[in-house]
């Protein structure tokens, strides 16, 4: 604890420090300053005018064993301090930085704020001489007469500013309006608005590596939170994990998700009290914008979560309705054990690609309902598990979909404000029961209730291409993409662009995802579909091929498959391809469409249609794409195949 604390208070300027109430004060008025950035105030305030080293406020700030990245949160704090001084660092007027040494208090402590005339003089040279050594510094790069002038009148002009900026800066010291101060100077500005924001995974401080999931849990929920207001368009989490650990810069990470603005923080999980702090940052210009702290029992984590989006929506000026509020509103506390199952198996399913790794979800959501038989969100997450077919997976369509729609009613009749169930049953409508018009009225109430929930966009525009709604289509899809834009996401907007015949998006998605991702088992999929969408049979094979091998094909299915691509091009990978189908088959479930589209490929009509009834019969999700799947054109002439679309009963 910083030893200022033998002091009741500080003054300095207008500010004041009441070291006992922990609270800094301007002109009598409380200025909300974080417990962080207020330490680092005091163990500057202790010793002024003396330099404080980096390492010295490492120790006295963040114990030994607390994990923290020191340079980020130094910076942090430094920012907040500075925020709520109303200072800078390029014309300091109290805490000055020395470069990878540390900083100092400058300003006058317990005694008379110096004058304006003395202070802006002190301050103007300050600013001559930093803008004199930069156009010192261009010059020398410079070759002729002509250039130098030019740079010299670049930064004489640059010279002017500072010391304009630094006289304002002592004005706003005295206690004058910064923004009537601006307005003088320089005319009304506007704040850059914010209508996109993306949540950086929350960095885990606990100091127990097993405790991320909570950690990415609790990211989950204030992405979702975030995106029930629907005045803002908030990146999914698919897109925002990659960059956890990253040390980025946010502007860049802005830039590349293609937002205004950026939630980050922390969580420290003691026991069973949490600790969170969330950070809205503005990426252009970058600014720290607010900062919170919040402190509550592991029960009521997901309370707070929404607290946190209602702050971020009423900082950058959003109207946020009554309905959104009452959204953001947990009714209930719910049981710790419950709600620690119920993010382990989340953060299981978020990574599961095989049929192991979903049934470990599906566990870890069965008992977190053991736990909390009243858990409308665990009921939520196992019907979403259910509702999603993996390759590898024994149980079709008809052992899977009810059981999705049981637990996603059940999640309803507990809450009937989760999003995600409400598109559970939209999808559940479209692909299982071919119930068009409910699927349609199921996607309305999910984007109600969170118009920012990628998913149910994504399976609204597959609905809508099998339909021939194309360019409605298209447009959703392109919806998915600005909801997650990162090209790890992109596999099924490309899907719905090739079902739409757009070549030219879904070639250019495509190679997008190829760069980012290219030993990726779905990226050459859709590589795959574009050329076979434009003609290229072979080179479409080719990345079949690929994929299969990426996706942990069997040894000896892989080489037969090669074999069979080496001695007769496409016509044989597809041949054994659909003999590597019929074996799996025995034993597992395989999509009877994706059989009877390699049949069709290889021009075994007969074929295609045995397999297209036992689609038909089975349930089969992909059979809502008879008329807009490219590897099943062949079959539209056959009186067979019109009965097929009429009987799935495909919107004409």
């Avoid at 010793?47 to 390492?55: A, I, K, N, S």
């Avoid at 109303?86 to 110096?114: A, H, K, M, Q």
């Avoid at 979903?358 to 309902?369: E, G, H, R």
């Avoid at 003609?535 to 074999?563: I, T």
């Amino acid at each position: 604890m910083p030893s200022s604390s033998s002091h009741p208070g500080l003054r300095f300027g207008v500010f004041e420090v009441d070291v006992r109430a922990r609270e800094l004060r301007k002109n009598g008025s409380r200025v909300k300053l974080q417990h962080q950035p207020f330490e680092l105030l005091l163990i500057l305030l202790d010793r002024p005018g003396d330099v404080v080293t980096r390492e010295e406020l490492r120790t006295r700030l963040w114990p030994a064993d607390v994990y923290v990245d020191f340079d980020r949160s130094l910076n942090k704090a430094i920012v907040k301090l500075r925020e709520a001084l109303g200072d800078s660092s390029w014309c300091p007027i109290y805490v000055e930085t020395l470069p990878r040494i540390g900083y100092r208090f400058i300003g006058p402590v317990n005694g008379t704020t110096p004058p304006v005339e003395q202070a802006a003089a002190a301050m103007s040279q300050h600013a001559t001489e930093f803008a004199r050594n930069e156009a010192a510094t261009v010059e020398a790069g410079t070759q002729g007469p002509a250039p130098a002038q030019a740079a010299s009148r670049v930064h004489g002009t640059r010279a002017s500013i500072l010391v304009l900026a630094c006289v304002m800066a002592i004005a706003l010291l005295l206690g004058l309006s910064s923004s009537s101060v601006s307005e003088r100077l320089f005319g009304r500005h506007s704040t850059p608005r914010i209508q996109s924001l993306a949540v950086l995974p929350l960095v885990n401080l606990s100091n127990v590596a097993d405790q991320d999931y909570f950690a990415d849990g609790m990211t989950e929920e204030l992405t979702t939170d975030l995106g029930k207001i629907s005045a803002l368009r908030v990146v999914s989490r698919t897109s925002t994990m990659q960059y956890k650990g990253s040390k980025k810069p946010l502007p860049e990470i802005a830039r590349e998700l293609n937002v205004d603005a950026i939630v980050e923080g922390t969580v420290a999980r003691s026991g069973t009290h949490v600790h969170i702090t969330a950070n809205l940052i503005q990426a252009s210009p970058e600014r720290h914008l607010w900062a919170e702290s919040y402190e509550s029992e592991v029960a009521d984590a997901l309370a707070v979560q929404g607290e946190i989006a209602q702050a971020v929506g009423r900082k950058i000026g959003l109207s946020i309705t009554e309905k959104e509020r009452e959204l953001l509103t947990v009714p209930r506390p719910v049981n710790p054990e419950a709600q620690d199952l119920y993010m382990e198996g989340r953060f299981a399913w978020h990574f599961a690609e095989n049929a192991e790794a979903s049934q470990k979800a599906v566990n870890y959501f069965q008992q977190a309902i053991e736990k909390d038989p009243s858990f409308a969100k665990a009921y939520a997450a196992l019907a979403s598990v259910y509702s999603m077919w993996i390759p590898g997976m024994a149980q079709g369509p008809r052992d899977r979909m009810p059981k999705a729609r049981e637990f996603a009613m059940k999640a309803l009749a507990l809450d009937n404000t989760i999003s995600e169930s409400h598109a559970t049953l939209g999808m559940i409508d479209l692909f299982y029961d071919w119930n068009w018009s409910a699927a349609e009225e199921e996607y309305k109430q999910t984007i109600a209730l969170n118009p920012n929930y990628f998913w149910v966009h994504s399976w609204h525009a597959r609905g809508l291409v099998a339909r021939g709604q194309a360019e409605q289509a298209v447009a959703e899809a392109r919806r998915v993409i600005g909801l997650s834009p990162s090209p790890l996401n992109w596999d099924y907007p490309i899907w719905v662009f090739v079902l739409a015949r757009r070549e030219d998006l879904a070639r250019e998605r495509a190679e997008q995802l190829l760069r980012v991702a290219p030993q990726w088992t779905w990226a050459h999929f859709s590589a795959a579909y574009v050329y076979e969408l434009q003609g290229d049979s072979e080179k479409a094979a080719q990345e079949f091929l690929k994929a299969d091998e990426l996706f942990g094909a069997e040894p000896r299915k892989m080489a037969q498959l090669k074999e069979a691509f080496a001695k007769s091009g496409a016509e044989g990978y597809w041949r054994r391809t659909f003999e590597n189908y019929e074996e799996t088959a025995k034993s597992d479930y395989v999509e009877p469409v994706l059989v009877a589209e390699a049949c069709a490929r290889i021009g075994d009509k007969e074929c295609a249609f045995k397999w297209l009834e036992k689609g038909y019969e089975e349930r089969d999700d992909l059979m809502i794409n008879l008329k807009v799947e490219p590897a099943l054109d062949s079959l539209h002439p056959d009186p067979r195949f019109q009965d097929l679309v009429r009987r799935v009963g495909i919107p004409q």
